[in-house]
C-alpha cells in the first residue's frame, strides 16, 4: 500500500482538489487496493469544514467529487504517509519546520511531477473562479505524473 497526503495552507482550495483528482486517477486504473489518499493544511484556519465551493464546482465539471473535510497536519503524518506532497514553497517551508526527527515521509512539490515544470500551485483563494481552472489543469498534470512515477517504483519494488 502505498500512501500519499495532499498539503495546502487551508486543505479547502488545492489539496483537496488534488486529493479528488489523485483519486479519480487512481480508480480509474483500478488501483484502489493500492493506494490511501488524503489532504491536510498546514493551517486550521478551516478545520471541520468543506472544501471551498469553487474547488467543489471545478471538480464537478470534470466529472470529480470533492468530499474532504478540512484538517490540520499533525506530527505523525510525516511517518503515516509515504508521501507528503505540498502545493506551494510555503506548504513546503512549512512542513519540513514541523516535521519531527526519524520522520520517514518522502517530502516533494505537488509540481517536481509536472510535465510543463513550474514550482507552485498558486493560492486561488483571493482570486476569480478562473484560478481554480488553471490550478485544477495544473494539478490533473503532476498527478497523472505523480501517479507515473510511484506506479513505477511499486512495479520496481515488486509490491
Ligand atoms: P488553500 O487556499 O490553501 O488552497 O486551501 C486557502 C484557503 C484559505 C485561506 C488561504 C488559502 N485562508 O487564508 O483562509
Excluded at 9 to 28: E, K, T, W, Y
Excluded at 94 to 101: G, N, Q
Amino acid at each position: 500500500m502505498t500512501s500519499v497526503l495532499f498539503v495546502c495552507l487551508g486543505n479547502i482550495c488545492r489539496s483537496p482538489l488534488a486529493d479528488a483528482v489523485f483519486n479519480h486517477l487512481v480508480q480509474a486504473r483500478s488501483l484502489e487496493a493500492h493506494y490511501t489518499i488524503d489532504s491536510a493544511g498546514t493551517s486550521a484556519y478551516h478545520a471541520g469544514g468543506p472544501a471551498d465551493p469553487r474547488s467543489i464546482a471545478v471538480a464537478r465539471k470534470n466529472g470529480i467529487a470533492v468530499t474532504s473535510v478540512s484538517r490540520k497536519v499533525h506530527s505523525g503524518d510525516h511517518t503515516e504517509f509515504d508521501w507528503v506532497i505540498a502545493m506551494d514553497r510555503e506548504n513546503l517551508r512549512d512542513l519540513e519546520a514541523s516535521r519531527p526527527s526519524g520522520a520517514t515521509a518522502r517530502l516533494v512539490l505537488l509540481r517536481e511531477y509536472d510535465p510543463e515544470g513550474g514550482e507552485d500551485v498558486p493560492d486561488p483563494y483571493y482570486g476569480g473562479p478562473n484560478g481554480f481552472d488553471i490550478v485544477q489543469a495544473m494539478v490533473t498534470r503532476s498527478c497523472e505524473r505523480l501517479l507515473d512515477v510511484l506506479e513505477e517504483a511499486r512495479a520496481s519494488a515488486g509490491s
